[in-house]
């Protein structure tokens, strides 16, 4: 059975990095026909897609957020990881680790869920 | 950029139908998923590529996509169900989210 795991810190100080890694298990992160995801919901409000990651490290990143994060990948590890950078309160969120499935017929859409971590930024 | 646009709520009497819309130009175009989030949780997919359910989805959610408007219909809605119902598409590869439909059980 497919697991993400997401972790980090779950407070950042306001203009500092927001540092999430997702450690996958139950499959290989090498899977073929899957990307790897990161998605935020701001406490009571709804689902913001933040970016994906293939195994190759081929990412898409939502263009609104583009300047301030970073996606990778240790397959090694079976990992990926999150990096926001200049976090503002407008940042605090649940975040989310996702697999993304339909990549061969343009229906990307996560499938698997991670179980959320609360970032909360705050001085 | 696309924007998906649904009603902020939904209320539905228990054995009833309910049924939830995701409104965009030409949504009809694209592939349409659904996706079911109660108090605390992480969100569940229950409808992807339209129509499609997962394994463990029960049969009474069912979704259609045409035109500018894709729907999610539960028929003999419970008490369970009771929940948020977010629909997303995918456009110039990036994820698009709707804002989120509250669905009630009267």
């Known amino acids: 059975q497919l697991q993400l795991q997401g972790s980090g810190p779950g407070l950042v100080k306001p203009s500092e990095t927001l540092s999430l890694t997702c450690t996958v298990s139950g499959a290989s992160i090498r899977s073929s026909g899957y990307y790897w995801g990161w998605i935020r919901q701001p406490p009571g409000k709804g689902l913001e897609w933040i970016g994906n990651?293939?195994?190759?490290?081929?990412?898409y990143l939502n263009p609104s957020l583009k300047s301030r994060i970073t996606i990778s990948v240790d397959t090694s590890k079976n990992q990926f990881s999150l990096k926001l950078r200049s976090v503002t309160a407008a940042d605090t969120a649940v975040y989310y680790c996702?697999?993304?499935?339909?990549?061969?017929?343009?229906?990307?859409?996560?499938?698997?869920w991670g179980q959320g971590t609360l970032v909360t930024v705050s001085s | 950029s696309y924007e998906l646009t649904q009603p902020p709520s939904v209320s539905v009497s228990p054995g009833q139908t309910g049924t939830i819309t995701c409104s965009a130009d030409k949504l009809g175009d694209r592939y349409a998923s659904w996706y079911q989030q109660k108090p605390g949780q992480s969100p569940v997919l229950v409808i992807y590529q339209d129509s499609k359910r997962p394994s463990g989805i029960p049969e009474r959610f069912s979704g259609s996509n045409s035109g500018n408007t894709a729907t999610l219909a539960i028929s003999g809605t419970q008490a369970l169900d009771e929940a948020d119902y977010f629909c997303q598409t995918w456009d110039s590869s990036t994820v698009v989210f709707g804002g989120g439909t509250k669905l009630t059980v009267l």
């Open positions: 990651i293939y195994s190759s490290g081929d990412t």
């Open positions: 996702t697999r993304h499935a339909g990549i061969y017929s343009s229906s990307w859409y996560p499938d698997y």
